[in-house]
Each structure stands twice: as structure tokens, then as C-alpha cells.
């Protein structure tokens, strides 16, 4: 035997020694001597020696702590696939629990990932085998460890398979296992092999970033380690980049470079209690301002897997944000080691005094166990496609849709006859809205029908997909012109009404031939044809149609405009008695904050949805419409000349009298506008305290001559003070 080897056991049995005195070390050596004895003359594809594998596998069963059998198992775990010595050997030499550990690694050896639906049934019979012992897993884990820090002679596709399965099965499995150092490790060596450029890249951005790196988080540790030393609060702080798998999704799902990735740091503070954790809490965000949020408490809500943790972000120095974890040694013992830690702090799991470590283990079992296969699959595999969803058909085909699809999506990924023949959706055997969103495995089934009339309009809005999206335009395109003509000439309409762009749009044959110019329609069922099947948004069509509408009245203005404003030109009458600028027959309301008539100077304002509202120019209204946004909505506004010159319309307006208090100036007022023939719709009085009073009028006028009159016979009766129109004196 090579003294290498003998210098590596040697090694060996002095680590596990210090995780724990009581280890069997003859035990131990005997192992060692058997496996080294039955992997004789074998090598690895790398040229060394077999037996340098099972050694290296039980060193990071040490590592992990684990117990005298799980480390012989380590060492003979693959003897029983590869050498004579076989399981009854084992157990001869080594005793059953011995053996049955190396017989459970061996038959989760035989598990291969694969796309097909095998990979449940495989998946099963790992989990039995993880009911039955955790440590066959633990020492799996510590197995494939090994192989995938030496993934690099393998040939080129094994290592892809092998990476694929690591990070799909391998990794998860420690990370509900809370073993979150053999995870990292995992990810990262296997995301090497999947995407060596992208691995690579951030290696080299991190290595160009690293005295930054080094100089912020020395800063930051150096002032958290001041302010909790002034709090006489002992604690250990480390602070570190995170690891390269993590960045990777990051920059995966962000979109990002590494340069554009500003958490990159982590930093660690351990304390010795729980209170001393929501202490440190304190001070770092008096330190640090923190990120709303992003604060996670863990301690007292631990995630599935037993970790616990405070964890907060927030802004070092020059706004960069990094992740501060605060907690106890315990729970950064769980954290790194997981279900481990009880066999590496605790000695193991059998004595008395961990009953509870162990409950706790068996609940998560127990847990995992009720759960089908599939949904043990489903669960590991959550989060590592955030951007994905993954769903079966009735027949168990696997499909990939974007996060967010729908059931019309996946109808339309399968066949366009199937989408357009869809009339509902089974989720997971039940019917579920067509518009819900997929989750990973849930089973869909697509109802259809030969009955329907196809798809709905409004599935355009609703798909996820452009390739749903294409497919049902195009169906709409093909199908019903006539329809489409319809349905897009009314949405059509309703939006030129709404933007008040109607007459504008329909009165302009140059507008209207622009407008089909400029997407390509030579003629406006066309145009109303693709609005109705979804090929161009009316919002497209309205904007082209504002342009243009405002660029003509903008050319009009400049010929029409004068100092004083002046009537446009008008074709037809107006019938409210005001004539809006550039637009006729418009919908107009007198404002109830000024009540104008003619003879006011005004003004109008574009409401959304009731036409135009008339202000007098001097309203309070106007004057404190400084809003940017409402600035283009103010236009100029006419009277109308023939309604000022016939007197036919009337007007309502509001007058405030102010009086002495005076028994019967309220009917003396009334019978006045009796005589003056003039309307009256409201007609109040009250009292005010010292002494005097004020009526309120609303009454109709032809104008300012008639009103002017009218004040000024109010004026003159007895027991009148003054007579503003309302909002004036406001
Ligand atoms: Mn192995």
C-alpha cells in the first residue's frame, strides 16, 4: 500500500477522532483495509487509485460528524456494485446496520435521472430507503460530493448528465435537508459543467471585484464589530461573497451582469442567545438603513428544513445593499451541517437525551413520506425555474410554459385546433378557470368541443404566450371578417368619442387616409378588421388619429387667432349656446362652481367622459388649475353670437345677497324677481349670528345685461347690503 493512501487514513482517523473521541477506530482501520483490499488493481478514470474515492467520501462523512458505522460505510459503500465482497460479507465482518447502509447507498446508486416517467418510480424507492435510514442519504450526499469535485474526467456528456442530476435531485435533497454547505458546493460544481462560460464569467468578475469586495465588507464588519463591542455584545461576524451558484440566478433572472449585481455580499454575525440576536438586529439597522421588506424572521418562524435565522438587508456605504444573517451558534451549527449537526454535536441520534432532535427528523420523514413521489418531486424542484413552469397533460407528457401561462397557453402550445376548439380546463381533476395560472405539476386537460364557436376575444389579453397570442388572431383574421369590421368599428368609435376625436377623425378624409397609410390598410374595414381581430390596438390608431387631429387644429388656430378670442368658424349651430373650439355638437356643461352666462368671458375644460366644461375665465377653479397635467386639457370656448343677439336660451346662475337681518327682505327679494319675469330654482335665507343674513338664489337669465339689472334692483331694496354672483367672493 502506498504511503499516500496510508498517510490519507491516518488523516482520517485523527478528524474523526477530534469530531469525536468515542469513534471505533479499529473498526474503522478494519474497513479501510477491506475496501482498499477488494477495489485492488481498480482505478478511477483519472488514474489514481479506487480506493482514494471511498476514503475521500468517508473524510466528508467526518466532516459531517456522522457516527463509526456511517464512516465504514463510507469506505466499503461501493463494494458490494463493483467488488466480490459482497453484502453478506459485509455483515459477517461489520454487523447488519453496517450493512445495510452500504446496501442502501448501493440501491440509491441505481437510481437515474432521467426525463421519462420512470424517474418517480426511482424516486420512490429513494425514499424508502430514506425512511428507513437518513444516513444512507447523508452518506449518498457525501458520495456524489466526491464525484462531482472531480466531474472534470468524466467524459463530456456523462459530466452533463451527472451535473443535470446533482443540481436537480442531489442539491435539493441536501437543501431540505438543511445541509446548506454540501448544497452550495453542489450547485456550484455542477453549474461548471452546465454553463462552464457562465460559471467562468462570474469567477472572473468576482476575482476583478475582490479587494472592492474585501474593502466594503472589512469597512462593515469593522463597524458592527465597534458598535456591538461599545453593547459589550459578544459575537463573531464573518462576512463573505455568496456563492456563485446563487449569483448565477441571480444574473439569470434579473437579466443582469455581475456588475449590475449589488448583493453579492453576505455578512455573518453569531451572538450566544436568541435575545442577543434581536439586540444585534437593533443596532445594525441604527447603523444601516434598512431595506423595507426585506427583513425575514426565522427564528421564530424557522423555514421547513429546521433553519433559523434573523435576516435583514440593508444600504452600506454608496447605496450598495448587502444581506446581514444574525444568529446563534446553534442555529448556524443546524444551518452548515442540517440533520448532520445532531450526529456532529449531539454524538448521534440514538442516545436519550436527543429524542427530540430525532422527532423532529422523523416528522420531516414522516412529512415527506404522505406526500406522493410526484409531489416530492414537485417540491424539490420548485425555485430552481423561477421563470418557468413545468405541467403534465392527462397522459403524463411533461410540458414547459413561461411562468404566468394559462390553460389557453398550454391548449395552444398542444395543437391550434385544440385551442381553438377549447370550451374549459381540468386542473388536477377539477375545473378551473381558463385564465388561472399554471403551477408546476399540476396536471391539465383541455376541454373541447366541435359545438363552440372558437375562441373568445378576450383571450388575447389573457394569454401569456405570443405564440397563443398569434394563433388566435389569427383564427379571428381567418374566420369572421364581417364580425371583426363590426366589433372593430365600434371599438373604434367609442375610443374617437371618448378622446373627443369623432367629428375630427370622420369630417377629415386626409386624416383618414393618413391614418390607413400609415399601417399599411387601403381601406377602413380594414383598418375596423384588424382592430376587431387584435392584428393592431385601437390605442395605436387613436394616437396616430390625435396627432394628426391636433396638428390640423394647430394650423387652424394659427390663422385664426387674434388678440382677443374670437369665435371659430362654425358649419353647424351650437345648441348649448357655446361653441368649443375645433370641436362641434360637443357635449357641454356649465360649471356649478361659477355658473357663467354669456357675457362672462370663459373657458372650457375637457372632462374625462362628460364633454366639455364651461368656467368663466375668473372662476377660482381656473386660476388654481396649475396642474401640468391638466394644461393641454383647458380650450378656448365661445358664446355663441346668435344666442346673445336673440336672448332665446337661459342660463343658470347663482347670486348671494348679503341683508340685515330683517324680517320679509327674503319675500320682498322673491316678489322682485317675480316682476322681473325671471326664474327661480332655489331660493334659501339664513341667519347669521351677529345680526345679519344671506340668501342664496339660483335663478335663469338670457345674460350679464339682464343679471346687471336684476343686482342692481336687489341692491336697492331695503334691508340689502350687497349682491355678489356666486364664487366671487370665494
Ligand atoms: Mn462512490
Known amino acids: 500500500m502506498s504511503s499516500l493512501i496510508q498517510n490519507e487514513i491516518d488523516f482520517l482517523i485523527e478528524r474523526a477522532k477530534k469530531q469525536n473521541p468515542s469513534i471505533n477506530e479499529k473498526k474503522i482501520r478494519a474497513a479501510f483495509e477491506c475496501a482498499n483490499?477488494?477495489?485492488?488493481?481498480?482505478?478511477?478514470?483519472?488514474?489514481?487509485?479506487y480506493i482514494i474515492h471511498p476514503v475521500s467520501v468517508a473524510e466528508i462523512i467526518v466532516e459531517m460528524g456522522l457516527d463509526t458505522d456511517s464512516i465504514c460505510a463510507g469506505l466499503l459503500h461501493d463494494c458490494?456494485?463493483?467488488?466480490?465482497?459482497?453484502?453478506?460479507?459485509?455483515?459477517?465482518?461489520?454487523?447488519?446496520?453496517?450493512?445495510?447502509?452500504?446496501?442502501?447507498?448501493?440501491?440509491?446508486?441505481?437510481?437515474?435521472?432521467?426525463?421519462?416517467?420512470?424517474?418517480?418510480?426511482?424516486?420512490?424507492?429513494?425514499?424508502?430507503?430514506?425512511?428507513?435510514?437518513?444516513?444512507?442519504?447523508?452518506?449518498?450526499?457525501?458520495?456524489?460530493?466526491?464525484?462531482?469535485?472531480?466531474?472534470?474526467?468524466?467524459?463530456?456528456?456523462?459530466?452533463?448528465?451527472?451535473?443535470?442530476?446533482?443540481?436537480?435531485i442531489y442539491a435539493p435533497i441536501a437543501?431540505?435537508?438543511?445541509?446548506?454547505?454540501?448544497?452550495?458546493?453542489?450547485?456550484?460544481?455542477?453549474?461548471?459543467?452546465?454553463?462552464?462560460?457562465?460559471?467562468?464569467?462570474?469567477?472572473?468578475?468576482?476575482?476583478?471585484?475582490?479587494?472592492?469586495?474585501?474593502?466594503?465588507?472589512?469597512?462593515?464588519?469593522?463597524?458592527?464589530?465597534?458598535?456591538?463591542?461599545?453593547?459589550?455584545?459578544?459575537?463573531?461576524?464573518?462576512?463573505?461573497?455568496?456563492?456563485?451558484?446563487?449569483?448565477?440566478?441571480?444574473?439569470?433572472?434579473?437579466?443582469?451582469?455581475?456588475?449590475?449585481?449589488?448583493?453579492?455580499?453576505?455578512?455573518?454575525?453569531?451572538?450566544?442567545?436568541?435575545?442577543?440576536?434581536?439586540?444585534v438586529l437593533g443596532y445594525i439597522h441604527d447603523l444601516y438603513k434598512p431595506i423595507p421588506g426585506r427583513f425575514k424572521d426565522y427564528i421564530s418562524t424557522p423555514k421547513p428544513n429546521g433553519y433559523q435565522s434573523l435576516h435583514t438587508t440593508v444600504i452600506g456605504r454608496e447605496g450598495i445593499p448587502f444581506e446581514i444573517q444574525i444568529r446563534t451558534e446553534e442555529m448556524h451549527k443546524m444551518a452548515e451541517y442540517g440533520v448532520a449537526a445532531h450526529w456532529k454535536y449531539k454524538q448521534g441520534l440514538n442516545k436519550a437525551g436527543n429524542e427530540q432532535a430525532f422527532a423532529w427528523i422523523r416528522q420531516l420523514l414522516e412529512a415527506q413520506q404522505d406526500t406522493e413521489a410526484e409531489d416530492f418531486i414537485k417540491a424539490i424542484k420548485v425555485d430552481l425555474f423561477a421563470d418557468e413552469v413545468f405541467v403534465f397533460t392527462p397522459r403524463g407528457d411533461v410540458v414547459n410554459m413561461p411562468a404566468g401561462a394559462t390553460p389557453i397557453d398550454l391548449a395552444y402550445a398542444i395543437h391550434s385546433a385544440v385551442g381553438n376548439r377549447m370550451v374549459g380546463a381540468k386542473v388536477n381533476g377539477r375545473i378551473a378557470p381558463i385564465d388561472s395560472q399554471l403551477k408546476n405539476g399540476d396536471i391539465v386537460e383541455i376541454l373541447?368541443?366541435?359545438?363552440?364557436?372558437?375562441?373568445?376575444?378576450?383571450?388575447?389579453?389573457?394569454?401569456?404566450?405570443?405564440?397563443?397570442?398569434?394563433?388566435?388572431?389569427?383564427?379571428?383574421?381567418?374566420?369572421?371578417?364581417?364580425?371583426?369590421?363590426?366589433?372593430?368599428?365600434?371599438?373604434?368609435?367609442?375610443?374617437?368619442?371618448?378622446?373627443?376625436?369623432?367629428n375630427g377623425f370622420y369630417e377629415s378624409e386626409e386624416i383618414q387616409q393618413n391614418t390607413l397609410e400609415k399601417f399599411s390598410f387601403s381601406t377602413l374595414d380594414e383598418l375596423y378588421a384588424a382592430i376587431g381581430y387584435g392584428g393592431i390596438t385601437v390605442t395605436k390608431v387613436i394616437n396616430k388619429v390625435k396627432d394628426d387631429v391636433h396638428k390640423m387644429r394647430r394650423a387652424q388656430e394659427k390663422v385664426e387667432r387674434v388678440l382677443q378670442p374670437q369665435p371659430a368658424k362654425k358649419t353647424a349651430k351650437s345648441q348649448s349656446g357655446v361653441i368649443v373650439e375645433g370641436i362641434e355638437n360637443c357635449l357641454v356643461k356649465f360649471a356649478r362652481c361659477c355658473t357663467p352666462i354669456p357675457g362672462d368671458e370663459i373657458i372650457g375644460f375637457i372632462t374625462r367622459g362628460y364633454g366639455v366644461s364651461i368656467h368663466r375665465r375668473d372662476c377660482v377653479n381656473v386660476?388654481?388649475?396649475?396642474?401640468?397635467?391638466?394644461?393641454?386639457?383647458?380650450?378656448?370656448?365661445?358664446?355663441?353670437e346668435e344666442i346673445l343677439d336673440h336672448k332665446l336660451n337661459q342660463f343658470s346662475t347663482g347670486l348671494q345677497i348679503s341683508t340685515r337681518s330683517r324680517i320679509g327682505v327674503l319675500s320682498d327679494v322673491a316678489i322682485l324677481f317675480a316682476q322681473a319675469h325671471v326664474n327661480v330654482h332655489e331660493l334659501s335665507a339664513r341667519d347669521l349670528n351677529d345680526g345679519f343674513g344671506v340668501i342664496n338664489a339660483m335663478i335663469d337669465v338670457s345674460g350679464v345685461s339682464q343679471l346687471d339689472n336684476i343686482i342692481n334692483r336687489i341692491k336697492n331694496t331695503k334691508g340689502v347690503l350687497d349682491v355678489i354672483r356666486m364664487a366671487d367672493g370665494v
Open 37 to 49: 483490499a477488494a477495489h485492488e488493481g481498480q482505478k478511477r478514470r483519472n488514474g489514481e487509485p
Open 448 to 502: 373541447t368541443s366541435k359545438e363552440t364557436h372558437g375562441p373568445s376575444r378576450d383571450w388575447v389579453k389573457i394569454v401569456k404566450t405570443t405564440e397563443a397570442r398569434n394563433k388566435i388572431k389569427q383564427w379571428f383574421k381567418k374566420e369572421c371578417r364581417e364580425e371583426n369590421i363590426m366589433q372593430g368599428r365600434a371599438e373604434l368609435d367609442r375610443e374617437l368619442r371618448a378622446n373627443l376625436l369623432f
Open 80 to 168: 458490494i456494485e463493483d467488488t466480490e465482497f459482497d453484502y453478506k460479507a459485509i455483515e459477517n465482518k461489520f454487523g447488519t446496520s453496517v450493512a445495510e447502509l452500504v446496501d442502501g447507498v448501493t440501491r440509491l446508486g441505481m437510481l437515474r435521472y432521467s426525463k421519462e416517467q420512470e424517474q418517480f418510480e426511482d424516486l420512490r424507492k429513494m425514499f424508502m430507503a430514506m425512511a428507513k435510514d437518513i444516513r444512507v442519504i447523508l452518506i449518498k450526499l457525501a458520495d456524489r460530493l466526491h464525484n462531482a469535485r472531480t466531474f472534470q474526467f468524466l467524459p463530456e456528456r456523462k459530466q452533463r448528465d451527472k451535473a443535470l442530476e446533482t443540481m436537480e
Open 175 to 279: 437543501h431540505r435537508l438543511g445541509m446548506s454547505r454540501i448544497k452550495w458546493e453542489l450547485e456550484d460544481l455542477s453549474l461548471k459543467c452546465l454553463d462552464p462560460i457562465g460559471y467562468q464569467e462570474i469567477v472572473d468578475g468576482l476575482e476583478k471585484q475582490s479587494s472592492q469586495h474585501e474593502e466594503f465588507l472589512g469597512h462593515i464588519k469593522e463597524n458592527i464589530s465597534e458598535k456591538l463591542g461599545e453593547a459589550h455584545i459578544e459575537s463573531n461576524i464573518s462576512a463573505r461573497v455568496k456563492h456563485i451558484y446563487s449569483i448565477y440566478r441571480k444574473m439569470y433572472a434579473q437579466h443582469k451582469t455581475i456588475n449590475e449585481i449589488y448583493d453579492i455580499c453576505a455578512v455573518r454575525v453569531i451572538v450566544d442567545s436568541v435575545t442577543n440576536c434581536y439586540n
Open 623 to 640: 386660476r388654481n388649475s396649475g396642474a401640468r397635467d391638466e394644461e393641454d386639457r383647458w380650450i378656448n370656448v365661445w358664446w355663441d
